[in-house]
């Protein structure tokens, strides 16, 4: 688990230094969940991340309702906030990415959480200025085959409660 902290550690820096580059662009504070979707999954080793450190609160703790991620509280509050996966880290950041378009090629897209959309223009931020997804994930998956023997299975945030009500 050193590792996926580390790979933690590294990804709340890069997040850091986006943010940093245009702070009164970001409206993400404690209790906005408007990311926070139910049916977020991680990787095992994730997973087991989260399991290590609230084991109390999967054995007895409830999940949120449905329709929002199992780990808010009633205030909309992130329960597991220190130990949260990598998905929820990278949350409302500019994202680039590339697609393949049969009749393109490659294209840069791009998209942001509506609340962040404000300042420049999304299409006219640096690289440096967005989060670019893919090198991470790649990591994240090469950490989830040598945990998990070669498996890449996910696994929902609300089943890892026992008591799923």
């Known amino acids: 688990m050193q590792d996926l902290e580390r790979f933690y550690e590294r990804i709340d820096h890069d997040v850091h230094s986006i943010c940093e580059m245009d702070p009164d662009r970001f409206h993400c504070r404690s209790g906005c969940h408007d990311?926070?979707?139910?049916?977020?999954s991680v990787f095992e080793i994730e997973a087991r991340?989260?399991?290590?450190?609230?084991?109390?609160?999967?054995?007895?703790?409830?999940?949120?309702?449905?329709?929002?991620c199992a780990f808010l509280n009633e205030s909309g509050e992130c329960r597991i906030y220190d130990?949260?996966?990598?998905?929820?880290?990278?949350q409302g950041?500019?994202?680039r990415w590339i697609e393949e378009m049969p009749d393109?090629?490659?294209?840069?897209?791009?998209?942001?959480?509506p609340l962040?959309?404000?300042?420049?223009?999304?299409?006219?931020?640096?690289?440096e200025e967005c989060w670019s997804v893919g090198?991470?994930?790649?990591?994240?998956?090469?950490?989830?085959?040598?945990?998990?023997?070669?498996?890449?299975s996910r696994?929902?945030?609300r089943e890892l409660f026992a008591n799923k009500e």
């Open 35 to 40: 990311c926070c979707i139910d049916a977020l």
């Open 49 to 68: 991340n989260i399991a290590h450190h609230y084991r109390n609160l999967l054995l007895h703790g409830k999940p949120h309702p449905e329709g929002a």
């Open 83 to 90: 130990h949260r996966p990598y998905v929820c880290r990278t």
């Open 93 to 95: 950041l500019p994202l």
């Open 104 to 113: 393109r090629g490659a294209v840069e897209m791009r998209d942001i959480c």
């Open 116 to 127: 962040n959309d404000q300042g420049k223009p999304l299409e006219t931020l640096a690289p």
């Open 135 to 152: 090198p991470f994930e790649e990591e994240l998956a090469r950490m989830q085959i040598a945990h998990a023997r070669k498996t890449q």
């Open 155 to 157: 696994i929902l945030l």
